[in-house]
């Protein structure tokens, strides 16, 4: 961050540049927001400065170095603007990676190329480690699940009520004009019209047409990232095809999702996170993972149509905790979260039987 202090009119101001990068105690003693108001009140004008120190842990992140991210900075000296800054995720759970530096591959690949994909069956964490590396980043997030009936007007924008000057914008063109991360879920199912209009903003340096909006011109944020996530799977989706061309062509870094544990491959640190997660027992939340491991390969097989993440996990461990018995807690989440449908239900309830037993 560059920073130059002037004295102008008796006064100290700061002026804050881009591009550029100091020393780590400068970024820490002085990010100031300002921000200028004007009025004229009876011919007397007024103007009005206001700085404000910024939240150090929006801007430099104490994980940063956790997760190896520290030399990745996605918005250098750039302060986002107090009205968007509430996007900002804070306490993004733990994440369980296996050694598999989401994170920092996640974050490199931004820095480098702007935007990345991840691609993996629901319930992997794709959505989950978004929330953290736009935390860790400082980074508001614009997130649009593609797979439910969004209309244009909700991500471009639209009129309100009667007259021109009651334009409202829409998710993605807030996302073009301050910056942050837009988390496009379910890419795959995106509609032909929203993706016909996303190409031009996919190059980095793109630019967006209002052509509802007397073809205003809004130009993709220097500090505009974007994240776009899949299913591979696509048994319960029938709306899933192919990602569209203009899409995977500008995605260069791919990165896979897969269950921390599947079939007989059960991993100790998701056991770990549901004992921690829930209170159960390491005895029960091995069991509870080893249910969830055989019906995620069961899905994976395109037997069942959902597999239990670890949070539809935690969910089960946290009914046990709470005294009810396995076999009932298991019938009042995960049952029901992989379907409606009384014999895939049954499916499920025989998984969980040949673990806790039938009772
Ligand atoms: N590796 C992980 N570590 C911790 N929690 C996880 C992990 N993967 C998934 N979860 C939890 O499982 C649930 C589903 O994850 P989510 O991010 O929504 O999956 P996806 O977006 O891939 O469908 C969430 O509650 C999430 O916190
Ligand atoms: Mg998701």
Redesign the pocket.
């Known amino acids: 961050m560059s920073r130059s202090t002037k004295k102008k009119n008796g006064a100290f101001t700061f002026s804050m540049g881009y591009g550029t990068q100091g020393k780590k105690e400068d970024q820490k003693s002085l990010l100031l927001e300002e921000k200028s108001l004007k009025t004229q009140v009876n011919g007397a004008r007024v103007q009005i400065s206001i700085s404000k120190p910024v939240l150090l842990s929006e801007y430099n992140h104490p994980l940063r170095k956790k997760y190896n991210i520290e030399k990745y900075d996605l918005h250098p000296g750039y302060v986002f603007p107090e009205e968007v800054r509430a996007l900002i995720p804070k306490g993004t ?5 296996k050694g598999k530096n989401y994170v920092e591959r996640i974050v490199r690949a931004l820095y480098y190329f702007k935007q990345c994909a991840l691609v ?10 978004v929330y953290l590396v736009a935390e860790l980043c400082g980074l508001p997030i614009w997130e649009v699940n593609c797979g439910l009936q969004t209309s244009t007007y909700d991500l471009f924008g639209r009129y309100i009520g009667l007259g021109k000057e009651n334009w409202v914008d829409g998710q993605i063109v807030m996302w073009c004009r301050y910056g942050g991360l837009l988390y496009l ?1 379910e890419a795959n199912m995106m509609k032909q019209d929203v993706a016909a209009r996303m190409n031009p903003i996919l190059d980095t340096r793109g630019h967006i047409v209002l052509t509802e909006k007397d073809n205003e011109i809004v130009h993709r944020h220097p500090y505009g990232y974007i994240v776009i ?1 899949m ?1 591979p799977f696509s048994a319960e989706f029938v709306g899933t095809k192919p990602l569209n061309a203009a899409l995977r062509r500008r995605m260069s870094v791919w990165i896979d ?1 897969d269950y ?1 544990s599947v079939g007989d491959e059960i991993c100790p640190d998701e056991v770990d ?1 549901i004992v921690k997660r829930s209170g159960v027992d390491k005895d029960t939340a091995y069991k509870i993972v080893k249910v969830g491991a055989e019906l995620r390969r069961q899905y994976k097989n395109g037997d069942l149509p959902y597999g239990p ?4 996990l ?1 969910n089960w461990a946290v009914l046990i905790a709470d005294g009810v018995s396995p076999q009932k807690a298991a019938d009042e989440t995960i049952v029901g979260t992989t379907s409606d449908d009384a014999e895939i239900q049954e499916m499920v309830r025989r998984v969980v039987y040949s673990v806790f037993g039938s009772k």
Request: proline content about 12%; hydrophobic content about 25%; glycine content about 16%.
């Open positions: 759970p733990e994440y369980v990676d993996g069956p629901s319930g992997t964490g794709k959505t989950h480690i879920d996530s299913n999702f921390l996170l993440s670890p949070g539809d935690i």
